[in-house]
């Protein structure tokens, strides 16, 4: 998958936004949003002017809005979302989002293109009513203003807060679905300890069913066969690693669960569209232009 995309980002003056990140030129940065699969987290009150739209992101963009309005862009489409709605923009489309009525304050969220935020994957741009919006902004402007005053413990119990609210509104309409959740939950652990020896067969018995029935199963409710959902949550660990500044290529192969650095190139390069290697030395040369959330929100 490629990470090169276009943006168009415009805020007048009078609008005000605070954002933290997960990655090491992120400013500030907490390396812990990687855990949850968010790149960016933040708030925004727009009064004057914000006009947003990429086209090809690889990270998903939801806007959770507590007052005013906006509009989401969807290709030539546009979708009103006001107080109380949930808007979701799927990565690598043409889409974005501006305001239309002020003052308009929402919480943001890039989220990587990940199997921990499945409603998301597919389809066009969604908006649909959400309880708690107002909640969900104050604990994310908690989150954002405790990691700019590197309050660490403060931010990590305003993290797990903000990750809660979001799961539970993109999830609310999965509620009903236990055998997509139960699936999800085994290939979380994966995410949680991708150096471990993952095998189909091994999560096949963990789920109580045969290899044959567990590939069907991954296939009817995640969308994948069972060693891609391993692959792919490998390889977003190992991206998060090397974006973050964990270590070289070689630290964070075996980090993922790969003892051959060229195994690992190859997948990652597969994967993402550039080398591992390409990308510590993008981000050493210039980390400030490298091709990821190029204009923050």
Request: proline residues 4%; hydrophobic residues 50%.
């Amino acid at each position: 998958m490629s990470t090169i995309y276009q943006e168009l980002f415009e805020a007048g003056p009078q609008t005000r936004q605070l954002g933290v990140g997960a990655r090491i030129f992120h400013h500030p940065h907490l390396r812990a949003l990687s855990d949850y699969d968010i790149v960016l987290a933040g708030f925004s009150e727009a009064r004057d002017l914000l006009h947003v739209e990429r086209v090809g992101a690889p990270f998903h963009v939801v806007l959770v809005s507590v007052d005013g309005a906006g509009e989401v862009i969807d290709g030539e489409s546009r979708l009103p979302v006001g107080a109380g709605q949930l808007a979701v923009l799927p990565a690598l489309g043409h889409s974005g989002f501006r305001m239309t009525a002020a003052p308009w304050r929402f919480a943001w969220f890039l989220l990587n293109d990940a199997l921990s935020w499945p409603i998301v994957a597919g389809g066009g741009a969604q908006v649909r009513p959400v309880r708690d919006a107002e909640t969900l902004f104050h604990a994310v402007a908690a989150l954002c203003l405790e990691a700019r005053r590197d309050h660490e413990a403060l931010s990590a119990g305003a993290l797990v807060l903000v990750a809660d609210l979001l799961k539970r509104m993109l999830h609310s309409s999965e509620a009903a679905d236990a055998q997509a959740a139960s699936l999800r939950a085994l290939f979380d652990d994966v995410t949680r300890a991708p150096d471990a020896d993952w095998r189909v067969a091994t999560l096949a018995a963990r789920h109580g069913v045969s290899a044959a029935h567990f590939q069907r199963l991954c296939l009817k409710h995640l969308g994948h066969a069972p060693q891609q959902l391993i692959v792919a949550r490998r390889m977003a660990r190992a991206r998060e690693l090397l974006l973050a500044g964990w270590g070289n290529v070689g630290q964070v192969a075996a980090a993922v669960g790969y003892q051959e650095i060229a195994s690992f190139s190859r997948r990652f390069s597969t994967h993402f569209g550039i080398n591992p290697g390409e990308l510590l030395r993008h981000l050493k040369r210039a980390p400030k232009e490298l091709p990821f959330e190029a204009g923050g929100l």
